[in-house]
């Protein structure tokens, strides 16, 4: 999240002692959500305290995460939570922040990259214009499990039934992209 506000920098949150959070640059209050729609868009900000000034970024964003997982959201699994407890106060407690965003980075590379795959293997195929919209479709089906996400299911386009020579065109196609995927995997 380097994405700054027209390249001045992070926007600036303050936090007062009722508990409302300020936009410096849009001068509003927001909310926690508002924060959590910031940090998907990519824009970078600082959560100050308003009256000491102290950078609270971190224990804002804690909070944030607390919320999506009390929702119903929950992306971290139990496991996975007492483990990271453990760490505390460990020996390598200094190493896990950047294992954790060099796990994470990871991570979206390796998303936008079978994305990127996905849509050039179709991109030279007579079916190209069906895994358009087949894409369409599973991005419309994955943002229906995303909270906060508008429901874009009523604008999906509708694909196409599939005849019987239909289906074993695509069932060559499937075997050549999963060979193509293999030899990319190697």
Known sequence: MKKAAAGNGPVIIKKYANRRLYNTETS????LDHLAAMTREGRDFKVVDAKS???ITHNVLTQIIMEEESR?????????L????S????SMQAMVPGYLEA???SFRRNQ?????????????SPFAEMAKRNMAMF???ASAFKPGQPDTSAATPEAPAAGGDDVSALKAELARLQDKIEKLAK
């Open 28 to 31: 509003s209050y927001i909310t």
């Open 53 to 55: 000034d102290e950078d």
């Open 72 to 80: 119903g959201s929950q992306m971290l699994p139990v496991n996975f």
């Open 82 to 85: 007492r483990q990271l407890i």
């Open 87 to 90: 760490l505390y106060g460990d």
């Open 103 to 105: 796990s994470m980075e």
């Open 112 to 124: 936008e990259q079978f994305k990127s795959t996905i849509e050039g293997a179709f991109a030279n």
């Open 139 to 141: 991005e419309a089906a």
